[in-house]
C-alpha cells in the first residue's frame, strides 16, 4: 500500500514538532538551538544542491555574513534580536546576488572552485575590517528583547521563538520546493537544455534560487550569533562551508529531512567528541570519505529508497 | 616609496608565486587528466613539508636528498590515495570527487595536528644556499632565488613533458577521449594514476622547497589550496601553460598589492579571477572554450 507524498510530510512535521517539543526536558536547550540553526542552514544549502544541482563549496560566506551582521547589528547599532536576524538576511542576501551572479557564470566543478574562492574574499574582508574583531570575533552579543516584553536571556524564551523560526522555515522550503518555482527548478538541474527549449530564463531562475538560499544561510547565521552570543572566524572559514555539504551529504541530498537529521548528527559529533581535539577533523574526514564511497543517497535518501518514497 | 621595497615584495611575490605554479600545475594536470579538482592538494603540500622536515630530524637526511625523496614520497602517497579513494569516483559525478579529497584533507590535516601541533616547526636554510647577494640596492637571499629558479625550471620540464613528449601524447589522448584511446591500447587507468601520482609529487615537492620558507605546520596548505584554485581559474582549467603563467603572475601582482595596497593584499588574486570570469565569461585566458 503506498501513500501520497503528502499525508508523509505532515507525519514527519508532526513528528519534527514533537521532538522540538519533548527534547528540551531531556537535552540542553542550547545544543538543540544550535541544531536547529545549522539545521536551517543545511536547508537553505540542500535547496540549491538538492533541489537545483548547483554545488556551492563557500557558503559559509553567507552563513558568516549573517553571523557578524547580526552580532553587530545587536551589539552595536541597537537592533533587537529580530531585527538583527533581519538585518544579516537582507545583507546575506545581498552577497548571493552579487556572489550568484559571478558564479553562475561557470558550472559544475567550476561553479564549486569558485564559490570557494569568493567566500575566501569574504573572509579576507571579516578579517581585516575593524567592526568585526579581527581573531576575537564579536563577544557578548546581547539577546535582547522580543517585541520589548519578552526577554531573550531566559533559554525557555528563545527557544520557542527560534522553535518557531525553525518550524517555519522548514514549512518554507517545504513549499518552495513544492511550488511551481521548485517544479521548474527541478526541471532545469535534471534537463537545462528542455527547460531552456520550453521557454525558460533559466539564469535567472538559478540565480533567485541562489538569493534565496543565501538568505536562508544568513538567518541561520544570525540566528546562531543571537543564541551563542558571538560571531567568530570560524563562521566564515572554509571549514564551515565543508561542514554544511557533509551535514547534507549525511542526511542526504535532495530529501526534505536529510539536512535536519545531518545537521543534527554533525553537531552533536562535535559537541561530544569535542574532548577528542584534532581527532574530531579526522572523525569528520572518514564520515565524508565513507558517505562519497559507500553511502551517496546519505541516511534519509536511503531510507527513502528502500521504502519507495520521498523523505 | 623605494625602490628597495618595491623590489624586495616583487622578489617576495615571485615566491609565493612559485608556489603557486606549482601547486596550480599539479592541479591543473590532475583536473585535465582525471576531471577531479583536487582539494587534498594543500594537505598533500603540508606532507611534503612535513616530510622534508621528518627526513631530517628523525633520519639526518639533509634538504638536497630529500628532495627526490619528497618527490618520490608524495608521489607514492599519490598512488596510494588514486589506487584506494580516487579510482572510485571516475563513474561519478565530479563534484563527489572534490567531495572526497576534502574529507581525505580534513583526515590529513588531524592527523598531523594530533602529533604536532599548530605551531610551526623549524627547517633552517641548507648550508649551500644559505646567506644573500649584496645587489648594491638590496639584500638578495639566496635560498629564494634557489626557489624561484627551480620552479621556473620544474615547470618547463613539467611542460614539456606534457606538450612534446610521447608519454605527454599518451595523457593527452586518454584526457581527450579515454575510450578511443583504450581502444588504441592505452593503457588508460594507469596514466590516470600516474597522473595523479606526478601532481602529488608535485605538491609535495613545492611544500620541500616552503620548508625552510614558510613554518611548516599541519595547516599550512589550507589556505594556499584556495589560492591555487583561484589560479587555476584564471589560468583556464586543465590548461597547463595557463597555470604556470597564472602562478607566477599572480604571486608577482600579489606582492606588489602588498606595496601599494596592503589591507588588500591577501585579495587581490581573488578579485582577478573574478575580473576575468566577468571580462571572459566561458573562454580561458587562451580563448579556449570552457
Redesign the interface.
Known amino acids: 500500500m503506498t501513500y501520497p507524498a503528502g499525508r508523509i510530510h505532515a507525519v514527519l512535521f508532526v513528528i519534527l514538532c514533537g521532538l522540538v517539543l519533548l527534547l528540551p526536558f531531556v537535552v540542553y536547550k542550547i545544543l538543540l538551538m544550535k541544531i536547529m540553526c545549522f539545521a536551517i542552514f543545511a536547508m537553505a544549502f540542500n535547496l540549491l544542491l538538492g533541489f537545483g544541482g548547483l554545488m556551492s563549496f563557500g557558503h559559509a560566506a553567507f552563513f558568516g555574513l549573517g553571523s557578524y551582521m547580526a552580532a553587530h547589528g545587536a551589539k552595536e547599532l541597537g537592533f533587537s534580536a529580530i531585527e538583527s536576524v533581519v538585518f544579516a538576511m537582507v545583507l546575506s542576501g545581498l552577497l548571493g546576488l552579487i556572489f550568484g551572479w559571478i558564479a553562475l557564470k561557470r558550472q559544475g566543478i567550476y561553479f564549486a572552485m569558485i564559490s570557494l574562492a569568493l567566500a575566501q574574499l569574504v573572509f579576507y574582508a571579516i578579517w581585516r575590517a575593524d567592526f568585526a574583531g579581527g581573531e576575537n570575533g564579536i563577544q557578548a552579543v546581547p539577546r535582547g528583547m522580543f517585541l520589548g516584553m519578552v526577554d531573550l536571556s531566559n533559554d525557555w524564551n528563545i527557544y520557542v521563538l527560534f522553535t518557531l523560526i525553525f518550524l517555519g522555515c522548514t514549512l518554507l522550503v517545504y513549499r518552495i520546493v513544492h511550488s511551481p518555482f521548485g517544479q521548474i527548478v527541478k526541471g532545469i538541474r535534471d534537463n537545462e537544455a528542455r527547460a531552456i527549449s520550453i521557454g525558460y530564463d533559466t539564469a535567472r531562475f538559478k540565480l533567485i534560487l541562489f538569493v534565496l538560499s543565501a538568505t536562508l544561510s544568513g538567518l541561520g547565521g544570525g540566528l546562531k550569533a543571537i543564541v551563542l552570543q558571538f560571531a567568530t572566524l570560524t563562521d566564515v572559514h572554509w571549514v564551515t562551508s565543508g561542514e554544511v555539504v557533509l551535514m547534507v551529504l549525511v542526511g542526504g541530498i535532495g530529501t526534505l529531512a536529510g539536512p535536519i537529521v545531518g545537521a543534527a548528527i554533525m553537531v552533536v559529533v562535535h559537541d561530544y567528541l569535542a574532548w577528542l581535539g584534532p581527532w574530531v577533523m579526522v572523525v569528520q574526514g572518514s564520515i565524508f570519505i565513507l558517505t562519497v564511497l559507500l553511502f551517496r543517497q546519505g541516511i534519509i535518501g536511503t531510507i527513502g529508497r528502500k521504502l519507495g518514497i520521498s523523505l | 616609496m623605494s625602490f628597495q621595497l618595491l623590489a624586495g615584495q616583487l622578489v617576495l611575490g615571485l615566491i609565493n608565486g612559485s608556489f603557486y605554479a606549482l601547486l596550480s600545475l599539479g592541479l591543473a594536470i590532475i583536473?585535465g587528466i582525471l576531471?577531479i579538482?583536487n582539494f587534498a592538494h594543500g594537505a598533500q603540500y603540508m606532507f611534503g613539508a612535513m616530510l622534508a622536515w621528518g627526513l631530517l630530524e628523525y633520519a639526518g637526511i639533509g634538504y638536497w636528498y630529500a628532495l627526490p625523496l619528497v618527490f618520490l614520497g608524495a608521489g607514492l602517497l599519490g598512488l596510494l590515495t588514486e589506487a584506494i579513494?580516487i579510482r572510485?569516483?571516475y563513474h561519478?559525478d565530479?563534484?563527489?570527487?572534490?567531495?572526497?579529497t576534502?574529507?581525505?584533507?580534513?583526515?590529513?590535516?588531524?592527523?598531523f595536528?594530533?602529533y604536532y601541533g599548530v605551531s610551526g616547526l623549524p627547517y633552517s636554510v641548507p648550508a649551500s644556499l644559505s646567506g644573500s647577494w649584496n645587489l648594491g640596492v638590496m639584500y638578495l637571499p639566496i635560498y629564494r632565488v634557489w626557489v624561484i629558479v627551480a620552479a621556473v625550471v620544474i615547470c618547463f620540464l613539467t611542460w614539456y613533458t606534457i606538450e612534446k613528449t610521447r608519454i605527454g601524447a599518451n595523457l593527452r589522448a586518454a584526457t581527450e577521449n579515454p575510450t578511443l584511446a583504450e581502444a588504441f591500447g592505452l593503457n588508460v587507468p594507469l596514466l590516470k594514476a600516474a597522473a595523479y601520482a606526478g601532481g602529488v609529487g608535485l605538491a609535495g615537492l613545492a611544500g620541500a622547497f616552503a620548508a625552510p620558507v614558510y613554518s611548516v605546520n599541519p595547516m599550512m596548505g589550507?589556505?594556499i589550496v584556495?589560492?591555487a584554485?583561484?589560479v587555476?581559474?584564471i589560468g583556464g582549467?586543465g590548461s597547463i601553460k595557463g597555470a604556470i603563467i597564472a602562478g607566477f603572475s599572480m604571486g608577482a601582482l600579489e606582492g606588489l598589492a602588498k606595496v601599494f595596497w596592503p589591507?588588500?593584499s591577501?585579495?587581490v588574486i581573488?578579485?582577478v579571477?573574478?575580473a576575468v570570469?566577468?571580462y571572459r565569461?566561458?573562454v580561458d585566458i587562451f580563448g579556449r572554450k570552457?
Open positions: 583536473f576531471n579538482a579513494f572510485r569516483m561519478v565530479p563534484l563527489y570527487g572534490i567531495l572526497l576534502f574529507g581525505i584533507t580534513l583526515m590529513m590535516q588531524g592527523v595536528r594530533n589550507s589556505e584556495i589560492v584554485f583561484a587555476v581559474v582549467m589591507e588588500f591577501a585579495m581573488y578579485i579571477m573574478v570570469i566577468l565569461p566561458g570552457v
